[in-house]
Each structure stands twice: as C-alpha cells, then as structure tokens.
T-cell receptor, first 114, second 110 residues
Framework: SAVISQKPSRDICQRGTSLTIQCQVD?????MFWYRQQPGQSLTLIATANQGSEATYESGFVIDKFPISRPNLTFSTLTVSNMSPEDSSIYLC???????????FGSGTRLTVV | LAKTTQPISMDSYEGQEVNITCSHNNIATNDYITWYQQFPSQGPRFIIQGYKTKVTNEVASLFIPADRKSSTLSLPRVSLSDTAVYYC???????????FGQGTELSVKP
C-alpha cells in the first residue's frame, strides 16, 4: 500500500492567519482525500482532489475556506484560511491505490488556533 | 452510502474476545463492509473487509449474516494495545470515497 508523508505534524496558529498542510505519497495516485477530525469526533470528508481539476467539496466545506492544490499525482496541499478557534482539529489526507483497495491515511496534522 | 450504527464505547479485559456489532440496514448490493482502527494521534488503519459470510485475517474476523444488514468484528484475545476507536464503513469499493460513522471506542483494561 501507499506510504503517505504529511506535514506539519502539528502547529499552533493565530486566529486570522492561514496554514498550508502538505501531503506527499510515495506512488502516483488518482484521487487524494482530505478529512477533518474535530476533538473527540469521527472523521469528516472535506474534499476529493484529482490531479488537473478542481477539488470536489463536500457539503459544508467551501473552496474559499479550504483551498486545495493537486499539482501532480503524488502531492496535494490543503490550506485552512482565515482560521478561527473552531478550526482546531486534526486534518488528514488519504489515498486509495489501487482503486477499490483499502484506504491509506497520513498521520495527520494537529492544528490548534489561538 | 449506507449509514452505520455501532456502540459508542465498549470495555474489555486483556485476553478476552471482543465482538463489535455494526448495523447497516440500507446496505446496497455492491456495498462491502470495511473496518478501520484508529489509535490516538494516528490516522485510521485498515483492519478487514468482507462482503458476506465470514472473513478472517491475522488480526480479526468479520462475520456477516445472510441478509447483510449487520456485521460483527471479532478481536480474539485482546491486549492493552488494542485500545482504539473502531470504525465500521459500508460502501462500494469503487465508490471513490469513505464516509465515517461515529465509531466504537474500545478500552482494554489489565
């Protein structure tokens, strides 16, 4: 299965600023997925990122708040913009490679907004 | 995607067998049942997947009755290191995304 490197592993940020999270995969993958896990909660899918096209966002998530880049088949970034304390969560990227196989997750980015 | 219902939490002791049941009454014909495990400060990790009857691997067994409206994850002889959150997911493996339910927080005590 694919190996995912996600960074930063954690960060503490001031409200009103933005943070970009990087996700690097050791193989080429068609789709990459970004999740949010709020404290004590399950995972919520933010968006699906395909290379060469705009990300597809789930209900409740918008591009202005969570812009995503997917410049190639091994890399993606998620930016959390204009942060507020409510954005304090763990953000995880995930891939499914090959298609139909179990998903692999990164170790997550623990974000605290103060 | 079929919605799942599982207990919020379970307690067990080392050496016991743990069975976590998941209900998925609206499972579709093409849906598979997949279980993931998540330790604190880590991303979820795949445990087992099945379509019907019984599947077993080195970590767990998955029991699925004929009507497929529920499934049971069985962990034999748990240890303290099995303390984690276990998620039951139902969907078409070709569906392209995973939707997580609430999960079951398993606490294994000495």
């Amino acid at each position: 299965s694919a190996v995912i490197s996600q960074k930063p592993s954690r960060d503490i940020c001031q409200r009103g600023t933005s943070l970009t999270i990087q996700c690097q995969v050791d193989s080429q993958v068609t789709m990459m997925f970004w999740y949010r896990q709020q404290p004590g909660q399950s995972l919520t899918l933010i968006a699906t990122a395909n290379q060469g096209s705009e990300a597809t966002y789930e209900s409740g998530f918008v591009i202005d708040k969570f812009p995503i880049s997917r410049p190639n088949l091994t890399f993606s970034t998620l930016t959390v913009s204009n942060m507020s304390p409510e954005d304090s969560s763990i953000y995880l990227c995930s891939v499914e490679e090959p298609r139909g196989s179990p998903f692999t997750f990164g170790s997550g980015t623990r974000l605290t907004v103060v | 995607l079929a919605k799942t219902t599982q207990p919020i939490s379970m307690d067990s002791y080392e050496g016991q067998e743990v069975n976590i049941t998941c209900s998925h009454n609206n499972i579709a014909t093409n849906d598979y049942i997949t279980w993931y495990q998540q330790f604190p400060s880590q991303g979820p990790r795949f445990i087992i997947q099945g379509y019907k009857t019984k599947v077993t691997n080195e970590v767990a067994s998955l029991f699925i009755p004929a009507d497929r409206k529920s499934s049971t994850l069985s962990l034999p002889r748990v240890s303290l290191s099995d303390t984690a959150v276990y998620y039951c997911l139902v969907g078409d493996p070709q569906g392209g995304k995973l939707i997580f339910g609430q999960g079951t927080e398993l606490s294994v005590k000495p």
